[in-house]
């Protein structure tokens, strides 16, 4: 079952109505209820383990120290990645990934979007972008 998005005719703009699909998928993952996410996440997990780099720190289910740890010593993109909330849930604009290599780009300067990881990721993407993490 895919998780529940908010229709396009609802009664907000895009930046808006993502920013509500991620708040309700991350609500969904918190409070256990794994039925709306389960399919979804099993994709994401067999496509990822297909596709995607080496990105050990892509799981919303380690904890930020957890993610850091196993991002140290790599490029900025990939330690921002790692700080993001890691559940793709689109409410920043991006993808974790694309919101990580937009920041360390610079196209992206604000480090507050991704909403499902809350202030410790806003901390972290701020030290990190400081060179203090």
């Known amino acids: 079952m895919k998780t529940p998005e908010l229709p396009d005719n609802a009664p907000f703009d895009e930046e808006q ?10 609500l969904l993952t918190a409070s256990g209820d794994d039925s709306a996410t389960d399919a979804g996440q099993a994709e994401a997990s067999s496509a990822a383990a297909n596709d ?9 289910s380690l904890s930020l120290d957890q993610r850091m740890e196993l991002a140290q010593g790599r490029s900025l993109a990939e330690r921002l990645m790692a700080a993001t909330a ?3 849930c689109g409410a920043c604009g991006y993808d974790c990934r694309g919101y990580a290599e937009a920041l360390a780009a610079g196209t992206e300067t604000d480090t507050t979007l991704c ?3 809350g202030n410790d ?13």
């Open 17 to 26: 109505r993502a920013w509500l699909n991620g708040y309700i998928a991350a």
């Open 52 to 60: 995607a780099p080496d990105e050990p720190w892509h799981d919303p």
């Open 86 to 88: 890691n559940e793709d």
């Open 115 to 117: 909403s499902p990881g």
């Open 121 to 133: 990721t806003r901390k972290q993407l701020k030290a990190i972008l400081k060179g203090e993490a």
